[in-house]
């Protein structure tokens, strides 16, 4: 009897495995019936009915609200997806909070990338983008910061931006001074006579490292005869800063900048010094075009332009700094990689896309497919000394990883007066032969 009992439960778990496998299967096939019906895929590749999320990091400032406001518009194109955009950048620093996302794993799936150094630095993280759709129509120096050794492709250029000293016109007149400075002599010459007429020449930012530790800094490097070979020099030993003709002369543009400039330079930071340069409290600005809505925002009639920030007196001091300032890059471990490569691509070759480039973000486009238009004064100047071919390049992203806040601080105690300018250029040798 036992034995016949014990054959009866037996038969009982089996059927009744039988039977759970069976509900299992039809419910996975149920399951996977219903969400195909009616689903198929949105044009950006995620399923209409699906919400999907990205994340998305970046640093410039100047377009946070009218970034959020054309990802509105994305998103009222794509209403399966949704974009939360976190803007860290001005005063802090980009670099580091990025580095503490991924290092707590909060990873986000776009962010921004100078390339160069920083390219082979992240390039673990980064999707291959060489084989996106707009890439046939990104500028030959688009491309140059995020290409690697084998030729691929990992960022789309944010836009092309130039810097140096933007100039009030209005001021510079009423100064009596007709003609723009493009030599160090002349600039001095320009300062001098604003002085003399009530008015404070320069809005210096110094509180700020990458204004001094990288935009500025850059004018010695750039304007070597060779500047890549120059930092290669300094990478294996054959060229050193100490002793070189240009950053004996990089003194001087400090000296000047400061000495003609507002008060507490150390502490003003870059609001501060956008805003005294906008409200017409000084009349020259070392900054680049990102500045342009900012400046526009608080003085809409503001009739300005730019100058070089020259070393000397050589001709070939008058030229501007113009490059790539940074891309936009893709987290290759992206749940969502598809769609993060789709919205990158709408930016740039939808005309929403396009027309936020360029007349909101005041942008002149790194793509040939868009026109530049709806440039401001800024936009337009840059581009008077691109077509002139007037232009040196942006090379702290050639520098070694942390280098230019190093540097920066060293400025800074040069011009607060604790030391001296050799001392300067003794650290910055060292620092450069400490991180190399």
């Given at each position: 009897?036992?034995?016949?009992l014990?054959?009866f439960?037996?038969?009982l778990?089996?059927?009744?495995?039988i039977?759970?496998?069976?509900?299992?299967n039809?419910?996975?096939?149920?399951?996977?019936?219903?969400?195909?019906?009616?689903?198929?895929e949105s044009?950006n590749?995620?399923?209409?009915?699906?919400?999907?999320t990205?994340?998305?990091?970046?640093?410039?400032?100047?377009?946070?609200?009218q970034?959020?406001?054309?990802?509105k518009?994305?998103?009222?194109?794509?209403?399966?997806?949704?974009?939360?955009?976190?803007t860290?950048?001005?005063?802090?620093d980009?670099?580091?909070?990025?580095k503490?996302?991924?290092?707590?794993g909060?990873e986000p799936?776009?962010?921004?990338?100078?390339?160069?150094?920083e390219?082979?630095?992240w390039?673990e993280?980064?999707a291959?983008?060489?084989?996106?759709?707009?890439t046939?129509?990104?500028?030959?120096i688009g491309?140059v910061?995020?290409?690697?050794?084998?030729?691929k492709?990992?960022?789309?250029?944010?836009n092309?931006?130039?810097?140096?000293?933007?100039?009030?016109?209005?001021l510079?007149?009423?100064?009596g001074?007709t003609?723009?400075?493009?030599?160090?002599?002349?600039?001095?010459?320009a300062?001098?006579?604003l002085?003399?007429?009530?008015?404070?020449?320069?809005?210096?930012?110094y509180?700020?490292?990458?204004?001094?530790?990288?935009?500025?800094?850059n004018i010695p490097?750039?304007?070597q005869?060779?500047?890549?070979?120059?930092?290669?020099?300094?990478?294996?030993?054959?060229?050193t800063?100490?002793g070189?003709e240009?950053?004996?002369?990089?003194?001087?543009v400090?000296?000047?900048?400061v000495?003609f400039g507002?008060?507490?330079?150390?502490?003003?930071?870059?609001?501060?010094?956008?805003?005294?340069?906008?409200?017409g409290?000084?009349?020259?600005?070392?900054?680049?075009n990102?500045t342009?809505?900012?400046?526009?925002?608080i003085?809409p009639?503001?009739?300005m332009?730019?100058l070089?920030?020259?070393?000397?007196?050589?001709?070939?001091a008058?030229r501007l700094?113009?490059?790539?300032?940074n891309?936009w890059?893709?987290?290759?471990?992206s749940e969502?990689?598809d769609?993060a490569?789709?919205?990158l691509?709408?930016?740039?070759s939808?005309?929403t896309g396009?027309?936020?480039i360029?007349?909101e973000?005041?942008f002149?486009?790194?793509?040939?497919?868009?026109?530049?238009?709806?440039?401001?004064?800024?936009?337009?100047?840059?581009?008077?000394?691109?077509?002139?071919?007037?232009?040196i390049?942006?090379?702290w992203f050639?520098?070694?990883?942390?280098?230019n806040?190093?540097?920066?601080?060293?400025?800074?105690?040069?011009?607060?007066?604790?030391?001296?300018?050799?001392?300067?250029?003794?650290?910055?040798?060292?620092?450069?032969?400490?991180?190399?």
């Amino acid at each position: 009897m036992k034995r016949v009992l014990f054959i009866f439960i037996t038969m009982l778990f089996a059927v009744a495995i039988i039977a759970g496998c069976s509900s299992s299967n039809s419910s996975s096939n149920d399951d996977s019936t219903n969400s195909n019906e009616g689903s198929g895929e949105s044009e950006n590749g995620a399923d209409n009915d699906e919400k999907v999320t990205l994340d998305f990091f970046q640093f410039k400032v100047e377009i946070a609200d009218q970034l959020e406001a054309m990802i509105k518009e994305y998103e009222n194109e794509n209403p399966n997806v949704k974009i939360n955009l976190e803007t860290v950048g001005g005063g802090a620093d980009y670099g580091a909070a990025l580095k503490a996302k991924f290092a707590s794993g909060e990873e986000p799936d776009i962010f921004n990338n100078g390339g160069f150094k920083e390219l082979e630095l992240w390039k673990e993280h980064l999707a291959d983008l060489s084989n996106e759709p707009w890439t046939e129509n990104v500028l030959p120096i688009g491309k140059v910061p995020m290409t690697d050794t084998d030729g691929k492709l990992y960022g789309m250029p944010v836009n092309l931006e130039g810097y140096g000293f933007i100039y009030n016109k209005d001021l510079f007149e009423q100064a009596g001074i007709t003609q723009p400075p493009t030599t160090l002599t002349e600039l001095k010459e320009a300062a001098q006579k604003l002085e003399d007429n009530g008015i404070t020449a320069f809005s210096a930012g110094y509180g700020e490292w990458w204004i001094i530790g990288q935009h500025l800094l850059n004018i010695p490097f750039a304007q070597q005869d060779d500047p890549v070979a120059f930092i290669e020099g300094l990478y294996d030993g054959s060229e050193t800063i100490v002793g070189n003709e240009k950053f004996e002369q990089f003194q001087a543009v400090i000296d000047t900048e400061v000495g003609f400039g507002n008060d507490n330079p150390i502490t003003t930071d870059y609001n501060t010094q956008v805003t005294l340069f906008a409200s017409g409290e000084t009349a020259m600005l070392q900054q680049g075009n990102w500045t342009e809505n900012m400046i526009y925002e608080i003085n809409p009639d503001m009739n300005m332009a730019f100058l070089p920030i020259p070393l000397n007196d050589d001709a070939e001091a008058d030229r501007l700094p113009v490059g790539v300032p940074n891309n936009w890059v893709l987290n290759k471990d992206s749940e969502n990689l598809d769609e993060a490569k789709a919205f990158l691509n709408w930016m740039v070759s939808s005309e929403t896309g396009q027309r936020y480039i360029t007349e909101e973000f005041a942008f002149i486009p790194a793509f040939d497919n868009i026109e530049p238009v709806g440039l401001g004064a800024l936009g337009q100047s840059i581009l008077e000394y691109s077509k002139a071919e007037k232009t040196i390049p942006w090379t702290w992203f050639r520098w070694p990883d942390g280098a230019n806040q190093e540097f920066s601080a060293k400025i800074q105690e040069y011009a607060s007066g604790r030391i001296e300018y050799s001392d300067v250029v003794q650290s910055m040798q060292s620092i450069w032969d400490d991180m190399k």
